[in-house]
């Protein structure tokens, strides 16, 4: 989305040409944004509170003795809102990625980048955790332009090696935060009361994330958005004209010009301050249009309304809004396009919500043990024998027992197989399955049966039975 092209003088159009992060000699253009302040940082700031709470408490609840959530790539065991996702349920797992994914096409369309402004980890800890810090030792961004130039003296050294040794220990912190997530808080609580020998894996991932966190929130920093992540290129095909974003109102804006004392003004109500790209974590200028590198962080809407205020025009010259309400003073949040997103996901949803629902703690299959007969048995009954596999989808010991439901129908397991399950286990063995004559109707019959814990149903499913033709 862009503002039209009558709205801008073609000397506006150059910084489309470059990407500001760089300078002309190839290296990196280093970004001082100045201290937030505002209404909509108060917001921001209570909801990192909250946002920053429930992060860091969720690794810590328990549901049914379990996490609430786990992302154990590695060991193949994931855990969604206590649900437990094994080997054997992978397809459930990538349909809640597809969920998830149409949900942010959703979301992007509706309106804009809200989350990488208000939710996105990388924006939250680094505009209101590490920068809040940098602030606090260095000062705002004239005090911290001045110590970078200045040389090492016995005071920036000070500065800077409190403000590094709290960002290492924040990223420590944040790498725990992380494993925790990964391999639940039980086996990140080993490196602690446990020698490092014992567990050198977990050791070697906490050391290895402190310095990936430590690196991306002291050097990486606003690159990590306009570089790295994808989310800032995709916008351009997610978004739309209706679309929700911090935008600059150009018809009002425009033609900018320096407020002149006694001098009476024809121009738009931009005073050209340059606040807003003062305050602006990665260095754009909103007035502009939106662009790649905005994050919709709302710094740009405070500092223009705080100047706003204090020239007496009306506050709201950069605000969350949309094209056509800039252009036409309309605007339509759900267009037909965003009803077929809508329309996708609840599909996705309710096919995600139905397997849920059905979905059993155990998944066996038994098949006719190839090559063989049945069997008459001299009291007229028939067996057929059988190899089975019981795969335990939960994060939980088993101990199931196999039975035949289908009337006068019995079971013997050749040998003993071993039937405790272990979390995401399986047990495998042979079985024969004998059925009374008086229960089968034919050559191909349906036995049913069940796979049962103590008093409690966890599957029913069914096989055929071989039997003679009468």
Not at 140 to 150: E, G, N, S, V
Not at 250 to 278: A, F, H, W
Not at 358 to 370: G, H
Request: hydrophobic content about 40%; some cysteine; charged content about 20%.
């Amino acid at each position: 989305m862009q503002p039209s092209p009558t709205a801008w003088s073609v000397a506006d159009e150059s910084f489309r040409d470059h990407f500001n992060e760089v300078r002309e000699d190839g290296r990196r253009n280093w970004f001082y944004p100045q201290k937030p302040t505002g209404t909509w940082h108060t917001r921001r700031v209570w909801f990192t509170v909250a946002l920053l709470t429930v992060l860091f408490v969720t690794p810590f609840i328990r549901v049914n003795d379990q996490p609430l959530f786990l992302f154990n790539i590695i060991e193949r065991k994931i855990i969604v809102f206590g649900l437990f996702i094994g080997p054997q349920d992978y397809w459930l797992f990538g349909l809640t990625m597809l969920s998830f994914m149409v949900f942010i096409v959703l979301f992007t369309t509706i309106f804009g980048r809200l989350w990488c402004g208000w939710a996105c980890p990388q924006t939250v800890f680094m505009e209101m955790v590490f920068r809040k810090i940098e602030y606090a030792i260095e000062g705002d961004r004239p005090k911290q332009m001045a110590l970078d130039k200045a040389p090492w003296t016995s005071d920036k050294i000070m500065k800077k090696g409190a403000k590094w040794t709290i960002f290492l220990f924040i990223s420590f912190l944040i790498a725990n935060l992380l494993l925790a997530y990964g391999v639940g808080v039980d086996e990140l609580q080993k490196i602690v009361t446990e020698p490092v020998a014992e567990n050198p894996g977990l050791f070697f991932g906490v050391v290895v994330f402190t310095a990936i966190f430590f690196f991306n929130f002291t050097w990486l920093r606003e690159q990590a958005c306009t570089v790295v992540c994808p989310y800032g290129r995709l916008q351009g095909v997610l978004m739309d004209r209706n679309s929700v974003v911090v935008a600059y109102d150009y018809k009002r804006g425009e033609p900018r010009g320096k407020l002149r004392k006694n001098q009476e003004r024809t121009g738009g109500d931009c005073i050209s301050c340059m606040q807003c790209v003062n305050v602006c974590p990665t260095g754009i200028d909103i007035r502009n249009g939106i662009q790649m590198e905005c994050v919709s962080c709302t710094a740009c809407i405070d500092a223009c309304d705080h100047i706003m205020e204090k020239v007496g025009f009306e506050k709201g010259l950069i605000r969350y809004t949309s094209e056509n309400a800039i252009t036409n003073g309309t605007s339509k949040l759900f267009t037909t396009r965003t009803y077929g997103y809508i329309a996708v996901l609840v599909l996705l949803w309710s096919v995600l919500g139905y397997m849920v629902v059905t979905r059993t703690n155990t998944e066996t299959t038994l098949l006719r043990a190839p090559g063989t007969q049945y069997i008459e048995n001299p009291d007229g009954s028939i067996s057929n024998l059988y190899t089975f596999k019981i795969f335990n989808k939960t994060n939980r010991i088993i101990h199931p027992t196999l039975r035949v439901d289908t009337p006068g129908g019995t079971l013997r397991f050749a040998g003993k197989p071993d039937l405790s399950l272990e979390g995401a286990g399986m047990s495998e063995g042979t079985v024969f399955i004998t059925v009374p004559k008086s229960s089968l109707t034919g050559r191909k019959n349906e036995v049913k049966l069940s796979v049962l814990e103590g008093s409690q149903m966890l599957e029913a499913f069914s096989t055929t039975f071989i039997a003679p033709e009468e």
